[in-house]
């Protein structure tokens, strides 16, 4: 019993680190591929039913290894947007899984049509659980069966953003429980406050996009991501390259088939003390456009 106990408070650890790893470095999706990862407000800006998956593997030569799924749907249509966002992480014996309907409404701001105010909101629910059939160890544990029974927790988040046809600037609070239920005030590593600017540069047949992301984080340093995307092929081929000041740096390729059909692969390598430990993050994303 003592050991399932010493077990227990080492999972409670590493959760903790696995956390504060996750919001230092979110999917990279987020930055061009799926902004509605990020911020609400983006839900159904496309028009269109968009379905994204993206999967990343964290530290992938050390056993147990972080792993993050990601499942949206979003839909727009006129002024309005709708969404569903679906995420399910998991470390050793951890899970973590939330389910957050979306709603974004577009306002214009000009008689061009293309410059526009969004203002989106999402909530949910979230639950944290053992994986007890993987415990080495007396899984049925008073202890692992009133961590598993706990009640799920309500989740809910604000956005905005302001496009043109150039500029996107975004503005995020992507954690309203963290930011007004007294008892959240404690709790460190919890994701605050999100912003970004990009501004998309055209050239015959092709594309840059410069995009700074400011991220707030609280109880450890704030984070500021920098970099570009370049677009060819008639919006079909992408490249995309991030510095992250959390010491590490990520570089993508995305495919999107007539449009239609995108594939994404992303590589993080770490540049700091983690590198010593890990060969760097693996991302997947996948999109189909309906």
């Not at 839909?75 to 899970?95: C, E, I, M, P, S």
């Amino acid at each position: 019993m003592k050991t399932l106990k010493n077990i227990i408070a080492t999972i409670c650890m590493v959760l903790a680190c696995t956390q504060v790893w996750a919001q230092l470095n979110p999917l990279q999706a987020q930055y061009f591929v799926n902004p509605y990862l990020a911020n609400p407000a983006m839900a159904g800006k496309d028009g269109d039913f968009l379905l994204n998956l993206s999967y990343r593997s964290q530290w992938n030569n050390v056993p147990g290894a972080p792993e993050t799924q990601a499942l949206t749907a979003e839909y727009g249509k006129g002024r309005v947007g709708f969404g569903l966002n679906v995420n399910h992480d998991r470390a050793g014996l951890q899970r973590f899984t939330s389910i957050l309907g979306r709603y974004a409404y577009r306002m214009p701001l000009a008689k061009d049509g293309e410059t526009l105010l969004h203002m989106g909101f999402s909530g949910g629910m979230y639950a944290e659980r053992v994986s007890s059939e993987d415990i080495q160890g007396e899984a049925g544990d008073p202890q692992v069966v009133a961590y598993n029974e706990r009640f799920v927790n309500f989740e809910a988040n604000v956005g905005l953003a302001l496009t043109t046809r150039r500029l996107t600037t975004e503005l995020a609070l992507p954690n309203l429980r963290g930011l007004l239920w007294s008892r959240e005030k404690d709790i460190i590593n919890a994701p605050i406050f999100y912003s970004s600017l990009s501004y998309k540069i055209p050239f015959t047949g092709a594309a840059l996009e410069p995009k700074l992301v400011y991220r707030e984080i609280k109880g450890t340093n704030n984070v500021l991501d920098a970099g570009a995307q370049f677009t060819f092929v008639e919006g079909q081929v992408m490249l995309n390259g991030f510095y992250h000041s959390n010491q590490s740096l990520s570089f993508g390729l995305v495919v999107d088939v007539q449009r239609k059909y995108l594939i994404g692969f992303c590589h993080t390598m770490h540049t700091g003390e983690l590198s010593d430990y890990t060969v760097g993050d693996f991302e997947l994303s996948l999109r189909g456009r309906f």
